[in-house]
């Protein structure tokens, strides 16, 4: 009998079972990782809710949702992931069904997923239980070891200078890094519910609260121009507690006056000459961008990411 509960983290077999479907899932995870990250908070979300099916005991699927607040506090995001060896059985969809009423409890009316490999049967299934393709997106990957440290000496184009620092914003440079985290509402549309809040110096000291709550190492690199001392370009990356080996690129974004002149590529290389000599045990970095967004995937492919795999973000609200 299919018997599908909330994940209880104190339920050790029940940690194995979830685990067991990550690994069937995706072959080289490590157990241990698995179940470590299930206890780290992670920032982006107040809330995450997991479930666990499970027959005769052993882990068939699992749903993970996470809850955002702010401007997205109504939205669950997270994947349902069925064992390989268990699929077409209605699994997935029991999962689905599963998970619904809990979020809706919780105040949520749409549910997204924003891994799911373009064209798979994730794709099939998510269309068939009323999802629809919101957003297409490129994932890319670094592997620090096949990328020759060279292609990130840049010169900073005249006229601009680099600044860094991790988690808070030097308070001088705090309006104009809310001015240009502003332009990533400039970002190719898509049809996902995911909102970008309205930056503001209040928005970005309380995201940085929340991450510094969550434990994370918090990158930041900028561009900063020289004539008026402003913060023009942006770059970061969240280093959660977890991320020794692996890591996930935040944001890039560069005030409209100022694109053309390269410094997209410059913040980002510096950023990775930067993650590389303090993160010596770094392996890799990825990063997801939208596929029509051509002038953020090439600045990745000069910095020496590949692309990894296409995927969709599927969308339902219920
Ligand atoms: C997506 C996933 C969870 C589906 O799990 P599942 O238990 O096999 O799905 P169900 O048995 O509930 O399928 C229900 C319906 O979805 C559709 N569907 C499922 N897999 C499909 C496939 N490979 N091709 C076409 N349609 C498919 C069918 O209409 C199916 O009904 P049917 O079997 O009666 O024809 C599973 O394929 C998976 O884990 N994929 C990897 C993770 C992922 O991409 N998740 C994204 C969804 S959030």
Same mark, same amino acid.
């Given at each position: 009998?299919?018997?599908?509960?909330?994940?209880?983290?104190?339920?050790?077999?029940?940690?194995?079972?979830?685990?067991?479907?990550?690994?069937?899932?995706?072959?080289?995870?490590?157990?241990?990782?698995?179940?470590?990250?299930?206890?780290?908070?992670?920032?982006?979300?107040?809330?995450?809710?997991?479930?666990?099916?499970?027959?005769?005991?052993?882990?068939?699927?699992?749903?993970?949702?996470?809850?955002?607040?702010?401007?997205?506090?109504?939205?669950?995001?997270?994947?349902?992931?069925?064992?390989?060896?268990?699929?077409?059985?209605?699994?997935?969809?029991?999962?689905?069904?599963?998970?619904?009423?809990?979020?809706?409890?919780?105040?949520?009316?749409?549910?997204?997923?924003?891994? /799911?490999?373009?064209?798979?049967?994730?794709?099939?299934?998510?269309?068939?239980?009323?999802?629809?393709?919101?957003?297409?997106?490129?994932?890319?990957?670094?592997?620090?070891?096949?990328?020759?440290? /060279?292609?990130?000496?840049?010169?900073?184009?005249?006229?601009?200078?680099?600044?860094?620092?991790?988690?808070?914003?030097?308070?001088?440079?705090?309006?104009?890094?809310?001015?240009?985290?502003?332009?990533?509402?400039?970002?190719?549309?898509?049809?996902?519910?995911?909102?970008?809040?309205?930056?503001?110096?209040?928005?970005?000291?309380?995201?940085?609260?929340?991450?510094?709550?969550?434990?994370?190492?918090?990158?930041?690199?900028?561009?900063?121009?020289?004539?008026?001392?402003?913060?023009?370009?942006?770059?970061?990356?969240?280093?959660?507690?977890?991320?020794?080996?692996?890591?996930?690129?935040?944001?890039?974004?560069?005030?409209?006056?100022?694109?053309?002149?390269?410094?997209?590529?410059?913040?980002?290389?510096?950023?990775?000459?930067?993650?590389?000599?303090?993160?010596?045990?770094?392996?890799?970095?990825?990063?997801?961008?939208?596929?029509?967004?051509?002038?953020?995937?090439?600045?990745?492919?000069?910095?020496?990411?590949?692309?990894?795999?296409?995927?969709?973000?599927?969308?339902?609200?219920?």
């Amino acid at each position: 009998m299919l018997e599908i509960e909330p994940l209880d983290l104190e339920d050790a077999a029940a940690l194995r079972a979830y685990a067991d479907v990550r690994i069937a899932a995706s072959p080289g995870s490590s157990r241990e990782r698995i179940i470590a990250s299930l206890r780290e908070t992670n920032p982006d979300f107040g809330e995450v809710i997991r479930l666990i099916a499970r027959r005769d005991g052993e882990g068939v699927g699992i749903a993970s949702a996470g809850l955002p607040g702010g401007v997205n506090a109504r939205l669950a995001i997270g994947p349902i992931t069925v064992h390989p060896d268990h699929l077409r059985q209605g699994i997935g969809t029991a999962l689905l069904e599963r998970l619904l009423p809990e979020l809706r409890v919780r105040g949520r009316d749409t549910l997204e997923s924003w891994g /799911v490999v373009k064209g798979s049967a994730g794709e099939h299934w998510a269309v068939a239980r009323g999802f629809h393709v919101a957003a297409s997106r490129v994932v890319q990957l670094l592997t620090v070891a096949d990328v020759d440290p /060279v292609s990130w000496e840049l010169d900073v184009p005249a006229g601009y200078r680099l600044e860094r620092w991790i988690g808070a914003t030097p308070e001088h440079l705090l309006v104009s890094v809310a001015a240009t985290r502003q332009s990533i509402h400039d970002a190719p549309a898509t049809e996902s519910a995911v909102r970008a809040p309205e930056w503001t110096p209040e928005v970005v000291r309380a995201e940085e609260a929340e991450a510094r709550a969550g434990g994370v190492e918090h990158r930041v690199v900028v561009a900063v121009e020289e004539a008026t001392g402003l913060v023009v370009a942006l770059t970061d990356v969240p280093l959660h507690p977890g991320d020794s080996a692996h890591t996930h690129w935040g944001s890039t974004m560069v005030r409209p006056a100022h694109r053309g002149h390269g410094l997209g590529r410059v913040v980002k290389a510096h950023m990775l000459r930067w993650l590389v000599a303090d993160r010596p045990a770094l392996e890799r970095v990825d990063t997801g961008t939208d596929a029509s967004n051509s002038h953020m995937i090439r600045v990745n492919e000069q910095l020496g990411f590949v692309t990894d795999r296409e995927v969709v973000v599927v969308s339902r609200t219920f």
